[in-house]
């Protein structure tokens, strides 16, 4: 009995420590990337008994190292600047070692290997910021669409989406009459863009997105933008107002009417009675009067 409770627990250790005997194996490794801030995640959270080292390389490339990712005790490792090539694609290998100031007779630690990242075609798109401006006329709407920064840098200036995919970069405009549902969409090869074909001194809502149509169709569009409106020139009393307003006002209306009609009629017929009351009392003219000299 002893010796099956013992077979039983070496194959328990061996499972989770991996078939070296060692250190356990990173598992769920993921890549988060956004306008190319690129990080590597795993599980578990390592105990103080061995730590983690990330190794990357790209297809056919040397394996490589980042300095902030050795022997370390964190769960992520951000690779933004160390993956320069951003037309390439990279794996990465999470080795499961001893801590910073442990050694080990092992010769090879145990590792995972992560799924294929390719910076230019996987990164997502954050939401861009955008000014609307309409014209005097209010026959045309302008967008100024700014560019999101990036988490790259070229000779110490921060490169936006715009430096790195160029003309490439694209952005849709969906856009609806304010309280409508239905929509349209527009797509401009600039940050500055115009519609011209909008009802005149009508409010319009606008939301904006990177739009890049040489990827594949689930990485296409970035992230939308939040909602602006225009002002409405002459707006319908409906839309300014809500429904119980509208009534109470007619209400007030129609009531001060009322009093009014109400007062009007009281005062014409007191002054009926005034008047016949002041006939009913005159006294009768004396024909003697007349005969007088």
């Given at each position: 009995?002893?010796?099956?409770l013992?077979?039983l627990?070496f ?10 005997g060692?250190y ?5 490794v993921t ?5 190319f ?8 959270k390592?105990?103080?008994d061995?730590?983690?080292?990330v190794e990357f390389s790209?297809?056919?490339g040397d394996k490589?190292?980042?300095l902030?990712?050795?022997r370390?005790s964190f ?7 160390s993956?320069?090539d951003?037309?390439?694609?990279y794996?990465?290998d999470i080795?499961?070692?001893p801590?910073k100031?442990g050694?080990?007779?092992m ?16 990164t997502?798109?954050s ?6 401006k ?5 026959k045309?709407?302008?967008?100024y669409?700014t560019d999101?920064?990036t988490?790259l840098?070229?000779d110490?200036?921060q490169l936006?989406?715009?430096?790195i995919?160029?003309d ?5 405009v969906?856009y ?7 929509k ?8 500055e863009?115009?519609?011209s074909d ?6 319009y809502?606008f939301?904006v997105q990177a ?9 296409q ?5 939040q909602?602006q409106?225009?002002n ?5 009393i ?5 429904i ?5 006002a ?7 009417i009322?009093i009014?009609?109400?007062v009007?009629v009281?005062c ?6 005034t008047l016949k009351?002041?006939k009913d009392?005159?006294?009768l003219?004396?024909?003697?009067w007349h005969?007088?000299?």
């Open positions: 009995m002893s010796r099956t013992a077979a627990s194959v328990f250790f061996l499972s989770t420590h991996g078939a070296s060692s356990p194996r990173a598992q769920n890549w988060t990337s956004t306008n801030k690129t990080i590597l995640s795993w599980e578990p390592p105990s103080a061995y730590s983690y080292t790209r297809a056919g490589q190292r980042n902030h990712c050795i370390s769960t992520t490792c951000d690779l933004s600047t993956l320069t951003l037309n390439a694609c794996t990465a080795l499961s070692e801590p100031l050694t080990s007779d010769i090879e630690f145990p590792h995972t290997t992560s799924s294929q990242f390719c910076p230019y075609t996987d997502d798109i939401k861009p910021d955008f000014k609307l309409v014209s005097e006329d209010k045309k709407t302008t967008l669409v999101p920064l988490a840098f070229k110490g200036q936006n989406i715009r430096d995919f160029s490439q970069l694209q952005y849709r969906t609806r009459k304010n309280q409508s549902t239905g349209k969409v527009y797509t401009s090869k600039t940050s863009i115009e519609l909008l009802d005149q001194g009508e409010s809502c939301s739009y890049i149509p040489s990827r594949s169709v689930d990485k569009l970035g992230e939308m933008s909602p409106c225009s409405n020139d002459n707006p319908s409906f839309k300014v107002y809500s119980g307003v509208i009534a109470c007619i209400f007030l209306i129609l009531l001060l009322g009014i009609i109400a009007t009281v014409c017929k007191r002054r009926k009675k009351n002041e009392g005159m006294p003219e004396d024909p003697h005969n007088i000299p």
